[in-house]
């Protein structure tokens, strides 16, 4: 699962990072503003994929994909852009769970087989 949403979340970091030249010169946004708002996420998605062995970076992750979704009131693409993340985050986010508890029943059938 880790793997999976650090992936997705990295992915979402260029994405966020692009987004900056996006602001400044299709919609108009100050500079300081595009850089601070499209860095900064991108910045928190790449400390968030660092953060993912503890659980509560799953949360974290949640909200960074809020905030993509929320970047389409300066972006009115990212509307688009973020709920396609958001969708490939808790696509990863729930398969990710599903098949680390897969592989754990998996080795406990395995561990209950190998007993005489």
């Known amino acids: ?17 692009l987004s900056v030249p ?42 960074v994909q809020v905030a993509a979704i929320g970047l389409g009131f300066l972006v009115p693409t990212m509307f688009a852009v973020g709920a396609l993340f958001a969708a490939l985050w808790f696509a990863a986010f729930f398969l990710g769970r599903k098949i680390e508890a897969d592989k754990a029943r998996w080795a406990a059938e395995e561990g209950a087989t190998d007993q005489p």
């Open 22 to 63: 996006v602001m400044i010169s299709v919609e108009d946004v100050d500079k300081g503003t595009a850089l601070g708002v499209g860095l900064g996420l991108a910045a928190l998605c790449v400390v968030t994929a660092g953060l993912l062995r503890h659980a509560w970076a799953y949360w974290l992750g949640h909200a």
């Open 1 to 17: 699962m880790r793997a999976m949403c650090a992936a997705m979340l990295s992915l979402e970091a260029v994405i966020l990072a």
